[in-house]
């Protein structure tokens, strides 16, 4: 089943804050976390693994909760650049991902 | 470094014309192979995935199908298109058991059925 993202679309200022959600009804073995600019494919970002690490990338962080099948991805002191569809990705122990509804989010200047 | 292509970059077809999308990766070996759909505004819909030559998994009953016949090479195909075939086509690789899963998709193609 599909993992659930909130918000479904968010705006920002330049600088701003955001957080985004992605919960699933499934154990997972890891979270995996993407990025879609209009018109591009999909970019991997990061991936959380089971033990509730969090990572970075650039100012953009994330944790994974096992326990409550649920990541969180952290946006911070956003930039124009972050503005997009964001991705979770669900890997409950096959060889394959399953994709959340994804979140827009539109950093303006 | 890997790399992954896609061809053609952009397709337009008429309803009932065969199909073919071809996907390569470079610089890595048996990788796993994933072809998805992403309807324009939606998200991402797996239709195959492989872990091996000849090996498939279909994820959607549909009037695709995939083939792989060698380590870094997939192919979608179709005998007759739909007007909901049309879509962006995504290809995408991991490293299977080696890694933890992540994968990197290709540039995709922009399929117009008319």
């Known amino acids: 089943q599909q993992p659930v993202q909130s918000p479904q679309a968010v705006i920002l200022r330049e600088g701003e804050d955001a957080v985004i959600n992605c919960s699933s009804s499934k154990a997972l073995y890891s979270v995996h976390w993407y990025r879609q600019k209009h018109g591009e494919a999909p970019v991997f970002l990061m991936i959380?693994?089971?033990?509730?690490e969090q990572k970075g990338h650039e100012k953009i962080s994330a944790s994974f909760n096992e326990k409550k099948q649920q990541s969180s991805l952290y946006l911070t002191a956003s930039q124009l650049s972050y503005s997009g569809t964001y991705f979770c990705?669900?890997?409950?122990?096959?060889?394959?991902?399953?994709f959340g509804t994804g979140t827009r989010l539109l950093v303006s200047p | 470094s890997q790399t992954i292509h896609q061809w053609p970059a952009t397709l337009v077809q008429p309803v009932g014309s065969p199909l073919s999308l071809e996907c390569t990766v470079e610089?890595?070996?048996?990788?796993?192979l994933y072809w998805y759909r992403q309807a324009a505004g939606r998200g991402l819909q797996l239709l195959f995935y492989?872990?091996?030559?000849?090996?498939i998994s279909s994820e959607v009953p549909q009037n695709l199908s995939a083939s792989r016949p060698q380590d870094r090479q997939f192919i979608l195909s179709s005998k007759k298109l739909l007007l909901s075939d049309s879509g962006f086509y995504l290809c995408?690789?991991?490293?299977?058991?080696?890694?933890?899963?992540?994968?990197?998709f290709g540039p995709g193609t922009r399929l117009t059925v008319t």
């Open positions: 990705g669900t890997h409950t122990g096959f060889q394959k991902l399953v």
């Open positions: 959380l693994l089971k033990g509730g």
């Open positions: 610089g890595t070996s048996n990788p796993n």
């Open positions: 492989s872990v091996g030559i000849g090996q």
């Open positions: 995408a690789w991991s490293s299977g058991l080696r890694g933890k899963g992540e994968q990197y």
